[in-house]
C-alpha cells in the first residue's frame, strides 16, 4: 500500500463522504484513492471556494468538513475562505498537496507552515511515509477539539512511497463524549442574582442553538418573565415558541426591541460569547448584571467584563439546573401586554415602499420572499449593504445561516449554501448582492453540475452597496460605487440553471414559485432600489434614532 493509499482510508475512517476541491499534481493520486472508496469528489472552479462549500458542509453536518488542493497555488488560493473559516470557529481539514520533501526549487514550491499560519490555520506536516495514518488522525483531532482548520500538507515524493498499515483509531474514539456538571455553588449565585432582579433577558446563542436546549431555555423564560433575545448566529430561533422574542439583540435589532434591552437589569446569556456585536458597544443593557453560562473555561465580554456570574457547564444542563433552584419562581418581568403591543406594534406597522420605476424596495422584495419561501427551506444571508435588511427583516422561523462579521469578506454565503445543502439534503436560498455573486459567478455553473437545490436571491442595486452609501455619508462621488451588470437571470440560465431577473414584487412572486416547484439550481436577480438605506446605516453614519 502507498501512503496516499493509507491517507485516503483513513479520511474514510473519519467519517469523510464529501470531499471539495480541484485536483493537481499533488492531490490526484489521493483523490483516485477516495473515489475507489466511494467518497463524492465535488469538482470546483477555485480551490477557494472549494474550502467556502466545506465551511458551509461542516457548519450543517456537525463535524469537519474536508477540501483539497494541489501544491503552492492552489494552497495560496485558499486564503480569504481559509481565514473565514477560523473566524467562524469551523472545524475542517484541508489536504494539501505538497512539492517533493525539500526542493525549495520546485515551481510551485511555497512554505506552507508559515503560509498556513499568517491565515490562521493549524498545520499538520507529513514528513514521512511511516507517519501517514497519524498525520490524518492528528489533523482531525486538531480540528474536532480546537474548532479550527487544520491544514494537512503532505509532500508528492512522500505520499508515493510505500507504507504498511495499522490499526487506525478515528479521532472521534480518543474523545469522551461528556457534559461539563455547573458547580453548584455558582447555580445557586445565580438563582439569587436573577430572583433580585426585575426585568430579565434571555439571550441565545450558538452554543445554546448547537446544544438543542430549546425547551430549557423557554422554561427559564417563562420563570423569570424574561424576554428572549438570540445572537445573529441563532437569528429566529424559538421565535414561533413565544410571544415575548424580541429577535436580534445588536445593531439589527428593531428599535422597541432595543428600547426594551436597555430596560434590563439581568441578562443571562446562554451559549452566547457577548461581544460588542451583540451588547452594540455597552448601548444596550447599560444597567444589567450578567449571567453567563457557556462551555469555555471564562470569556470576556465585548464591554471588557466577565460576567457578574459565570457557569462554565453546558447549555442543557445548566439551564436544567438553574431551572430546577429556581423552583416555582415566577417573574412577571416583561410578560405584559403592554410588552406585548411595543414588540407587535413594529411588525404590524406599515411600511412606506419607495416607488421606483424598474426596481423593488429592497424592503419589499424581502417581505415577498419571507412568505413565498415555505419554512423548510434553509436561508444563508451574505455580506454587504444588502444583507442588513434580510437579517433585520426576515422573520419565519426556519434554519437560518449568518456570514456576517466572518472576516467581512463578501462572495462566500454561495459557497457556504453549495455546501450546507450537499450535507443536509434540503432545498436552500441564499440571498447576496451583486458584486458578492459575481466575485464566484463560475460555482454556480458547479451548483448546476451537481443538481443542487440551489436559490440565488441576488439583491441587485449595479454597484457596491456598503460603498455606495458610505461615499454618501462622506460627501464624496457615489457614482465610483455603481457598476453596472447584466441581467442574472440569463447568465444563469446560459450556465445551465433557471433564472429570472425581476422588476416588481409580482415577478418575484412568480419566480420564488417556479422555483418553489421545481427546486434547482436557480437565480433571481431581483433589480432594488439604492434609494432606501438600512436602519443599522442610518444608525451608523447618520446618528438617527430609528
Known amino acids: 500500500m502507498k501512503a496516499y493509499e493509507a491517507m485516503a482510508e483513513a479520511f474514510v475512517q473519519e467519517g469523510t463522504t464529501d470531499v471539495f476541491g480541484m485536483m493537481g499534481d499533488a492531490n490526484m493520486h489521493w483523490m483516485d484513492a477516495l473515489a475507489k472508496r466511494n467518497v463524492r469528489l465535488y469538482e470546483v472552479r477555485h480551490e477557494g471556494s472549494g474550502l467556502g462549500m466545506a465551511d458551509g458542509w461542516a457548519r450543517a453536518a456537525g463535524r469537519p468538513g474536508v477540501v483539497t488542493t494541489t501544491s503552492g497555488p492552489g494552497v495560496s488560493q485558499l486564503a480569504t475562505s481559509m481565514l473565514c473559516a477560523s473566524r467562524a470557529g469551523t472545524p475542517l481539514v484541508a489536504f494539501c498537496g505538497e512539492t517533493p520533501w525539500g526542493d525549495e526549487g520546485a515551481v510551485q514550491y511555497l512554505d506552507q507552515r508559515r503560509f498556513a499560519a499568517a491565515i490562521e490555520c493549524g498545520f499538520v506536516h507529513l514528513s514521512k511515509a511511516d507517519q501517514a495514518e497519524e498525520a490524518v488522525q492528528r489533523a482531525f483531532y486538531l480540528a474536532r477539539t480546537e474548532n479550527r482548520p487544520i491544514m494537512l500538507s503532505a509532500p508528492f515524493d512522500v505520499q508515493t512511497q510505500d507504507y504498511e498499515p ?117 448601548y444596550l443593557y447599560p444597567e444589567a448584571r450578567y449571567v453567563q453560562i457557556d462551555s469555555a473555561p471564562n470569556i470576556v465580554m465585548g464591554n471588557g467584563r466577565v460576567a457578574d456570574c459565570y457557569i462554565q457547564a453546558d447549555a442543557v444542563t445548566a439551564v436544567t439546573e438553574l431551572n430546577r433552584a429556581l423552583g416555582a419562581t415566577r417573574l412577571e418581568g416583561f410578560h405584559t401586554a403592554e410588552t406585548r403591543g411595543r414588540l407587535t406594534g413594529w411588525l404590524e406597522a406599515p411600511i412606506d415602499y419607495v416607488d421606483e420605476p424598474g426596481r423593488i424596495d429592497p424592503r419589499e422584495a424581502v417581505k415577498v420572499l419571507d412568505a413565498a419561501m415555505p419554512r423548510e427551506f434553509d436561508l444563508v444571508l451574505g455580506s454587504g449593504h444588502q444583507t442588513d435588511f434580510g437579517t433585520m427583516l426576515f422573520q419565519r422561523s426556519r434554519q437560518v445561516t449568518s456570514n456576517y462579521g466572518m472576516f467581512g469578506a463578501i462572495g462566500q454565503a454561495p459557497l457556504l449554501t453549495i455546501g450546507q445543502i450537499v450535507a443536509t439534503g434540503r432545498p436552500a436560498f441564499v440571498v447576496e448582492g451583486d458584486a458578492s455573486f459575481l466575485m464566484h459567478l463560475p460555482e454556480f455553473e458547479t451548483a448546476c453540475r451537481y443538481g443542487l437545490p440551489m436559490l440565488v436571491v441576488v439583491m441587485n442595486d449595479e454597484g457596491l452597496g456598503a460603498e455606495y452609501h458610505k461615499l454618501g455619508a462622506k460627501g464624496l462621488a457615489q457614482d465610483l460605487a455603481v457598476i453596472p451588470n447584466p441581467e442574472l437571470g440569463g447568465v444563469a440560465q446560459a450556465l445551465g440553471g433557471g433564472g429570472a431577473t425581476v422588476r416588481s414584487a409580482a415577478e418575484l412572486e412568480a419566480a420564488v414559485a417556479e422555483y418553489v416547484a421545481d427546486p434547482r439550481p436557480f437565480v433571481i436577480d431581483v433589480r432594488i432600489s439604492r434609494e432606501v438605506l438600512s436602519v443599522p446605516y442610518r444608525r451608523l453614519w447618520y446618528g438617527e434614532d430609528v
Do not use: M
Not at 469522551?176 to 455553588?185: E, I
Not at 428572549?228 to 429577535?247: I, P
Not at 426594551?260 to 451559549?271: K, N, S
Open 166 to 282: 495499522g490499526d487506525y483509531v478515528p479521532s472521534h474514539e480518543l474523545l469522551v463524549p461528556s457534559r461539563t456538571l455547573p458547580d453548584p455553588a455558582r447555580i445557586e449565585a445565580a438563582r439569587e442574582l436573577i430572583e433580585g432582579s426585575k426585568r430579565v433577558v434571555v439571550i441565545a446563542g450558538r452554543g445554546a442553538r448547537r446544544a438543542g436546549a430549546g425547551e430549557e431555555i423557554l422554561e427559564l423564560q417563562a420563570k423569570t418573565g424574561a424576554l428572549l433575545a438570540t445572537t445573529l448566529q441563532a437569528k429566529n430561533w424559538l421565535c414561533d415558541r413565544t410571544e415575548f422574542h424580541v429577535g436580534l439583540s445588536g445593531l439589527f435589532g428593531s428599535k422597541p426591541a432595543q428600547e426594551l434591552l436597555q430596560e434590563a437589569d439581568c441578562v443571562i446569556a446562554v451559549g452566547a460569547s457577548l461581544n460588542h456585536y451583540t451588547t452594540e458597544h455597552g
